[in-house]
């Protein structure tokens, strides 16, 4: 490999395709576990698109759909060119963008490398027209639109609502902060610590992920004469920052410091981050031991143990992220892992912060024989919603081991856009419904487009991985999370019945407000942009509410609302940067729009019902909120 150490943008992006698919080897493989195939595959057909449904198989992490023109095959997994992770982790599939018959069958998976079974096929061809459903509106929806039904039950709480997205959320490396430099004529350290301070107040983000809090540039470590020296007031000024507006850290044990590594050469990034494995074990041990003593030190046992988490390395399981063996990860996990836990047994330590759900088998089998401790799981997705690991650990005895996604969003690739505009919103509630519950922290990846891995942002849309862009205006990805945070706190059974599709719904009351939260999406990227054919005609209807008067508020983010690209386009804006007229122009439309005016709605003579179109990509928010006096009024 070349070392990339001072490598320009371009030289670092040649480096980063030529390695990103390579793994960086074959961990011992998963055993004993059998699966079966799924059984009562169903394909039901809707305009545009086709919905499979099948049942549970016992220990699957997730399911592979494969498609084909004829019953006999080959059938091939449905897989997209920037997903890593084609499986779903539920019992459900939405197939669009394809035309005429196609046949289905479908696979459990309990591990990256344990697949079972294919089903018997079923065969389906979308329709060209709405179809006729029982469960659907009367009322002819315009020009013919599908539609879909609703139903909110404001009386019947399922749960607590589940918040994936307030554990965690991810940010380029930390010293970034302290960058005095300028991009697009903004402030990078400046605008980097308001972007997760913005995190944290308005979206109730608690901790943050960095890489390289190891690197050479926060200088904590260098050998003299042979010995090592620690030196971690680097450290201590970017902790102090975010810790200074109420964030912490899941501080991520990486890269390897350059009197550390067997081999300096072996980099990755424009910042030329070391991905070798140290050339002393014990050392490295010394060295993490270290900082956690010293973090603890600094901060207090009781934060650090109740607060922060370690989390060793970074996507081992690519080369382009370690140059040693899987066995020399999992040595360094050992070694991690044990300094972690030497400085007080409480502290909590986990891995194998894989790209691509590698690993996770792998590493509880190894630490089943090296007796390592793992506090938690984490892995990365992109593209998908994220898989279920937890047959995975009640395999392996650990039921009820934190499940940490460390790292997921709508693409894995820089400088894509995809996520950009609402197909990334809609996309961020599918992942984030899925989740909840059944996973601790789904954290996106990143918080901001101050980000300088393969180069900095070289326009104000460049595709980057950021909720807010370069500024701090704030994306329509932003907006789905700022409402599904809107949400309150007892999650409300809802079911959405007719010609589906992507549509999908999460209601929820709390503080007398009933909030039912809606999108339409695909994981067909294809389709980004918008496909007529795959809008809907809604109507919700929302049940049991309390007697009275309700202020409803409906807002909406689409490509026509709370779309900040939209807005930079209409301005003229192109492949560069706002003027400083422009930039307060931007800032000035940066809101959160609603679809209709405020509307004030009656709920004494029962069920409360709302219609209205929802494009594919969209979100729609509707809120109810009690009217002062209202109830008093009704009862009399």
Known sequence: MTNISGATADEARRDWQARIYKASGTAAPSAGVTLTAPGGLRATAGVAQVTLSWEPVEGAAGYLVHRSDHVDGPFEPIRQPDVDVPAVPGTSYVDTGMAGPRWYVVTAIAAMDVVGPLSAPVPATPLAGPPATEEAPREPAPEGMPEVAVRVHAGRVTRPLPRPWRHMVGSEHLSHLLSADKTGGRPIGAELTEALRIMHDELGVSTVRAHAILCDDLGVYREVDGAPVHDFSGVDTVYDAIMSFGMRPIVELSFMPRDLARDPSQTVFGYGAIISPPHDYDRWGDLVQALVAHLVARYGLEEVRDNWAFEVWNEANLEVFWSGTPEEFFRLYDVSAAAVKSVDPALRV?????????????????????????????????????????????????????????????????????????????????????????????????????????????????????????????????WALSLADRLGDEELEATVHGDVAGVESWAARGSGRVGVLLWNSTLNQAQADGDPLLDRYVTVTVEDLPPGEYELRHHRVDESHSNIRTAWRSMGGGDGWPTGEQWAELHAVDALEEFAPPDRVNARGGPVAIRFALPMPGVSYLEFSPIAGSAERSAE
């Open 350 to 478: 986990g891995g194998p912060s894989s790209a691509a759900n590698g690993w996770v088998d792998e590493l509880l089998t190894h630490v089943a024989a090296s007796g390592a401790a793992v506090d938690f799981i984490s892995t990365h997705t992109y593209g998908n919603a994220p898989l279920d690991w937890r047959p995975a650990l009640a395999r392996h005895g650990r039921e009820g081991t934190p499940i940490w996604w460390t790292e997921w969003g709508p693409t894995p690739t820089h400088f894509h856009g995809i996520g950009d505009g609402a197909f990334g919103a809609a996309f961020l509630l599918h992942g984030m419904r899925s989740a909840a519950g059944r996973l601790d922290s789904l954290s996106h990846w990143v918080a901001s487009d101050h980000f300088e891995e393969l180069g900095r942002p070289q326009a104000l849309f460049h595709g980057g991985f950021g909720l807010l862009t370069v500024g701090n205006l704030r994306k329509p990805r932003f």
